[in-house]
């Protein structure tokens, strides 16, 4: 089983930047693809990025593509939300997920262990 704890969010202005923490419990996380999704009120959880086990392997929703960035630190158990130029529509409270295996994936459902969420304001 893997905990996940998010951390990094706040509130900043738009054109700004943000880096998102996901720390993972357990001697496994180099097993399982990591993925980070986001859901602001009234709408539905969306997804934003994903890496598989090994790093080598990234996707993006078009919706940030070339604005954040994914990454993952197997020895420290960590993976990493980079967010640059911020909008006001990145307003949300982002969720790290983990799948075991090495595949990441865009749907939500396949994850089976989710952290907390972080809180990302972004005003105009």
């Known amino acids: 089983q893997v905990q996940l704890v998010e951390s990094g969010g706040g509130l900043v202005q738009a054109g700004g930047s943000l880096r998102l923490s996901c720390a993972a419990s357990?001697?496994?996380?180099?097993?399982?693809?990591m993925g980070w999704f986001r859901q602001a009120p009234g709408k539905e959880r969306e997804f934003v990025a994903a890496i598989s086990w090994s790093g080598g392997s990234t996707y993006y929703a078009d919706s940030v593509k070339g604005r954040f960035t994914i990454s993952r630190d197997n020895a420290k158990n960590t993976v990493y939300l980079q967010m640059n130029s911020l909008k006001p529509e990145d307003t949300a409270v982002y969720y790290c997920?983990?799948?075991?295996?090495?595949?990441?994936?865009?749907?939500?459902?396949?994850?089976?262990?989710w952290g907390q969420g972080t809180q990302v304001t972004v005003s105009s």
């Open positions: 357990g001697r496994t996380f180099r097993s399982y693809a």
């Open positions: 997920a983990a799948k075991f295996g090495d595949e990441a994936h865009r749907s939500w459902k396949v994850y089976a262990y």
